[in-house]
């Protein structure tokens, strides 16, 4: 199995801050995958990445993917209340995904 | 629009109670997997299936089995719930493997 750690595991900061969650492996992973979850909900696909140093942008969002594909980021500008939630990557391998253990983001307002 | 449907959202069972859930697609996914989560964890996958092809994890526990009669539909029985089996339940669905959708879940209490 292989394992992807992410940090923080906590974030809480302030309506129209900045964030940045980190994931990491020891591992190279064919593609990324960055999912956003909400509380009594299933997991949100956000963004793939596939190519070392990628980078995608999803309106506040930018993900960037390593040269070594080992690992990933996720950065919200100008966080929002809505942008509260779990925030999970997961590595593809042969049909599976391994998931980090998450970071769940706390926006006040 | 083209979804994973999970039923019931809310499970409530007896402790040694047989309970199944059930999932369907409309995305006409050929991969569909069940993973079990528990609070504040990332989704632990429990097995999937490629096609009819059923692949276990090696740490699932005998107690826990699947059904995909066909495409669109997977369902999970828990022969024998435990208290800790109490957990969310989620059904995903995947054409490659890598992004994977994934249903509302099932909430399954144990009493």
């Known amino acids: 199995t292989q394992l992807l750690e992410q940090s923080p595991q906590f974030l809480s900061i302030q309506e129209r801050e900045n964030l940045t969650v980190y994931c990491n492996s020891s591992?190279?992973?064919?593609?990324l995958q960055w999912y956003r979850q909400e509380p009594g909900e299933g997991p949100v696909l956000l963004v793939t990445?596939?190519?070392?140093?990628e980078v995608k942008k999803l309106k506040r969002l930018t993900f960037q993917f390593g040269d070594a594909r080992k690992d990933s980021s996720l950065h919200i500008t100008a966080a929002q209340p809505g942008d509260t939630g779990l925030y999970l990557c997961?590595?593809?391998?042969?049909?599976?995904?391994?998931f980090g253990a998450g970071t769940t983001v706390t926006v006040r307002a | 629009d083209a979804m994973v449907i999970q039923n019931p959202r809310y499970q409530v069972t007896q402790f040694g109670k047989p309970v199944t859930l059930s999932c369907s697609q409309t995305?006409?996914?050929?991969?569909m997997y069940w993973y079990q989560q528990k609070s504040s964890q990332a989704p632990k996958l429990l097995f999937h299936?490629?096609?009819?092809?059923?692949?276990n994890e090696a740490d699932t526990p005998d107690n826990f089995q699947s059904r995909r009669p066909n495409t669109s539909f997977c369902f999970l029985d828990i022969r024998s719930p435990g208290l800790g089996d109490a957990a969310m339940y989620l059904c995903?669905?995947?054409?490659?493997?890598?992004?994977?959708?994934f249903g509302p879940g099932t909430r399954l209490t144990v009493l």
């Open positions: 995903a669905t995947s054409v490659n493997g890598r992004e994977q959708f």
């Open positions: 591992s190279v992973f064919s593609s």
């Open positions: 990445v596939v190519t070392g140093g």
């Open positions: 997961a590595g593809a391998d042969d049909y599976k995904l391994s």
């Open positions: 995305l006409n996914h050929n991969v």
């Open positions: 299936y490629y096609d009819k092809d059923f692949n």
